[in-house]
């Protein structure tokens, strides 16, 4: 079985363009926002021990072997939500996949049972909202700009 392990990746350049990097682990139960801001105040501190000048930062996650665990959701992974959502104009949609959804976030009722997500689910809408509202883009940087569907797909 393979664990995640966040590293961080401060990369400098010198005046003749040439850059290096400053790789430094940490643990992935952080969130992205807390190693960000973390790995920022590094880099100032770092700053003052250097020529150069920080030019890009970066987290990776890498994987490390560990023993087999089983997870305890009730949903297989191959039951996916998948949620489409409007860039704006002409430019290509944008696709979210949600694997493992949970039967109560599918509509059970009316017009679309069984198949369409329930938008009306507090859960649902939280995560729609966050979407929009917090610079996801599709694949071409193209911001989403609003939600167009979800249903229930399953991929085996």
């Known amino acids: 079985m393979l664990r995640p392990n966040a590293t961080v990746e401060l990369v400098w350049q010198d005046e003749t363009g040439s850059t290096a990097v400053t790789s ?11 190693i960000d801001a973390d790995a920022t105040a590094l880099a100032s501190i770092l700053a003052s021990l250097t020529g150069a000048v920080l030019v890009r930062q970066r987290i990776k996650y890498k994987t490390a072997f560990e023993a087999d665990t089983v997870a305890s959701g009730s949903a297989p992974i191959t039951r996916t939500g998948i949620f489409f959502f409007d860039t704006g104009g002409d430019l290509p949609d944008a696709l979210i996949s949600v694997p493992a959804i949970k039967d109560e976030m599918i509509m059970s009722t009316g017009t679309g049972a069984g198949v369409l997500i329930d938008t009306s689910n507090g859960y649902v809408s939280s995560f729609i909202a966050a979407v929009i509202e917090n610079g996801i883009s599709n694949p071409f940087a193209d911001d989403i700009v609003s939600f167009i569907s979800a249903y229930l797909q399953s991929r085996v």
């Open 24 to 34: 430094l682990n940490c643990s992935s139960s952080l969130t992205i926002a807390e």
